[in-house]
């Protein structure tokens, strides 16, 4: 695996690293205006679009119905429960709690592959680095553990963990069901399909009767399907295709960070010493992780 470690592969994980960081924000303003579902269904709907009428213009071939049931798969459990959960917590969940709450997700998917018979076997570098990298989250987002559990933050915690969930099964079943459908396709056709999924189920539940596009809610759209969506996602496609996953699940652990830093910097929100001796933590742990990344893939 290693001869496939390269710079694209490596950019694209620095990409959904930076890009995701600020999604948090951006789908926050999204539900302050707009109902959960068409929020997302349509931002998925019009980013497939783009991006499979462009890929199509470059002569790319559109799958097979075989490859089409496992991205089905794929797209329904990312996008469709993955992503469009978190939406649906965010109606009541501050960002920053959100972010802590998902920086687990290297644990679950790590955890989730290490049990497959051909899976990779964890080993104390990528144990310890998982270790720092949540501590490193943790002592960041500490003031916002002190939140008033209700039933609102309950059912949002149930959300973010059943997107948890659904993400890291997806992200193993992409990793491990090899298709002949090139990554960028196969991106396309997953945001179709979930944003058809999405946008079915918003009108089923009559949220169209609540959608009124402000100024924010455009801008968060306008966003979140160029930035979030065509070039965040893909990227993650890719990066799962071409890197070991104990890796790839550590962009959970640079989001916050990246939140943290657009916040001081649009917010004017201030940068402690805890925030740079937890960043240090999140990033030594990374290093770590792909440290053991490299060991168990020359095992």
């Known amino acids: 695996m290693n001869k496939k470690y390269g710079f694209k592969a490596y950019f694209a994980w620095i990409n959904i690293c930076i890009i995701w960081g600020t999604t948090y924000l951006a789908i926050r303003i999204g539900v302050a205006d707009l109902p959960p579902m068409l929020f ?14 462009i890929l199509i213009l470059r002569n790319y071939s559109l799958p097979g119905i075989k490859d089409l049931k496992h991205l089905a798969v794929v797209g ?24 802590l709450f998902l920086s687990t997700l290297p644990f679950l998917v790590v955890g989730m592959e ?18 720092l990298g949540t501590g ?5 987002f500490a003031k916002d553990l002190n939140i008033t559990v209700d039933t609102d933050i309950l059912v949002g915690g149930l959300c973010l963990f059943a ?14 069901k090899k298709t002949d459908v090139k990554p960028l396709m196969g991106a396309s056709i997953q945001m179709l399909i979930a944003g058809t999924l999405q946008t079915l189920l918003g009108l089923g539940l009559g949220e169209q009767n609540s959608f ?22 893909v990227s993650y496609i890719y990066t799962v295709t071409h890197l070991p996953l104990s890796l790839v699940s550590t962009y959970a652990y640079i989001n916050p960070v990246i939140a ?30 792909k440290r053991g990344s490299f060991t168990g893939a020359k095992e």
């Open 40 to 53: 997302a269904g349509i931002r998925w709907l019009i980013a497939g679009v783009l991006l499979t009428t």
């Open 76 to 99: 329904i459990l990312l996008l469709g429960f993955g992503n469009g959960l978190v939406v649906v917590a965010e109606q009541w969940l501050p960002s920053g709690l959100t972010a």
């Open 114 to 131: 290490s049990l497959l018979p051909n899976g990779p076997k964890l080993n104390w570098f990528i144990i310890l680095g998982l270790c």
């Open 136 to 140: 490193g989250v943790v002592l960041i």
């Open 163 to 176: 997107a948890e969930v659904a993400w890291a099964v997806g992200t193993i079943y992409w990793k491990y």
């Open 212 to 233: 009124h596009l402000t100024q924010n809610g455009i801008m968060a759209f306008i966003y979140l399907i160029i930035v979030g969506s065509i070039f965040g996602y």
């Open 260 to 289: 943290l830093l657009l916040g001081w910097y649009v917010l004017n929100e201030p940068l402690t010493f805890t925030v740079f001796i937890a960043t240090g933590l999140i990033l030594l742990g990374v290093a770590l992780v």
